[in-house]
């Protein structure tokens, strides 16, 4: 049975490897898409966003990684 925990927390870890990363690329998700919806961003406008924010999650999560 402990053989079975184990494959599945490895095959979760394969995709949820920083939990941070993970929790900030979801806020910054439902934030843009918030903001199409209901402000009126345009959706290219928040395509660009969803870009340039990702680019700098993954930055700041590298960041935060190389000084460990």
Do not use: S
């Given at each position: 049975m402990s053989v079975i925990r184990t494959l599945i927390a490895e095959f979760i870890g394969l995709?949820?490897?920083?939990g941070a990363l993970a929790?900030?690329?979801?806020?910054?998700?439902?934030?843009?898409?918030a903001a199409v919806h209901w402000a009126g961003l345009p959706?290219?406008?928040g395509g660009i966003?969803?870009?340039?924010?990702c680019l700098g999650i993954l930055a700041e999560s590298l960041h935060r990684f190389a000084r460990k």
């Open positions: 995709f949820i490897d920083d929790l900030a690329a979801l806020g910054l998700i439902a934030a843009i898409a959706p290219l406008g966003l969803l870009l340039v924010g």
